[in-house]
T-cell receptor
Framework: DQQVKQNSPSLSVQEGRISILNCDYTNSMFDYFLWYKKYPAEGPTFLISISSIKDKNEDGRFTVFLNKSAKHLSLHIVPSQPGDSAVYFCAAKGHSGTYKYIFGTGTRLKVLA | NAGVMQNPRHLVRRRGQEARLRCSPMKGHSHVYWYRQLPEEGLKFMVYLQKENIIDESGMPKERFSAEFPKEGPSILRIQQVVRGDSAAYFC?????????????FGSGTRLTVV
């Protein structure tokens, strides 16, 4: 049972354009959502988070949007840069104090110069 | 301040051997989590430990796998009698107490290959 789904295994975007990565979840009890970025042969690195009390969180070029009614979140990267090429994982967990993050299968982003 | 340190980075074992994966959390982090990534899949939770305690091992296979986080030294994930299906990347992560809402810091992983 895949509770967190990233239905696009890969995405290619031209440098300078917007990258939009999508994530859907099934568990309405999820309250905290994260995006991680992963380069080959490295561990995931934290990128940005959002809690269910918000619908948007912005950090520089990265913005995460949360639509609770649709159980959908997205990561926007504007403008995209070649260094953003990596695999992006979304992850979700329950209420504050819980610890088990459920990860999606990842989307491989390629930013073309 | 070193990050989460995992070793070895790569480990090759023959079927039936034992694999030991080590993880030293970030300084000040007392919570350790192990995740496994099978090829073409996402990260799957295996176990959550605090010093000398296994808090949640619900993601660990019932047999052959064990984990510990002793009072002194790194956390160890041990896989006995490895099989080809154990080949995966094993990631350790850590967090300070009470900061789980803000994600974990991951190590670079140990890539286990069973031949």
């Amino acid at each position: 049972d895949q509770q967190v789904k990233q239905n696009s295994p890969s995405l290619s975007v031209q440098e300078g354009r917007i990258s939009i990565l999508n994530c859907d979840y099934t568990n309405s009890m999820f309250d905290y959502f994260l995006w991680y970025k992963k380069y080959p042969a490295e561990g995931p690195t934290f990128l940005i988070s959002i809690s269910s009390i918000k619908d948007k969180n912005e950090d520089g070029r990265f913005t995460v949007f949360l639509n609770k009614s649709a159980k959908h979140l997205s990561l926007h990267i504007v403008p995209s840069q070649p260094g953003d090429s990596a695999v992006y994982f979304c992850a979700a967990k329950g209420h504050s104090g819980t610890y088990k993050y459920i990860f999606g299968t990842g989307t491989r982003l390629k930013v073309l110069a | 301040n070193a990050g989460v340190m995992q070793n070895p980075r790569h480990l090759v074992r023959r079927r039936g051997q034992e694999a030991r994966l080590r993880c030293s959390p970030m300084k000040g982090h007392s919570h350790v989590y192990w995740y496994r990534q099978l090829p073409e899949e996402g990260l799957k939770f295996m176990v959550y430990l605090q010093k000398e305690n296994i808090i949640d091992e619900s993601g660990m296979p019932k047999e052959r796998f064990s984990a510990e986080f002793p009072k002194e030294g790194p956390s160890i994930l041990r896989i006995q009698q490895v099989v080809r299906g154990d080949s995966a990347a094993y990631f350790c992560a850590s967090s300070p107490p009470g900061q789980e809402d803000y994600g974990y810091t991951f190590g670079s992983g140990t890539r286990l290959t069973v031949v």
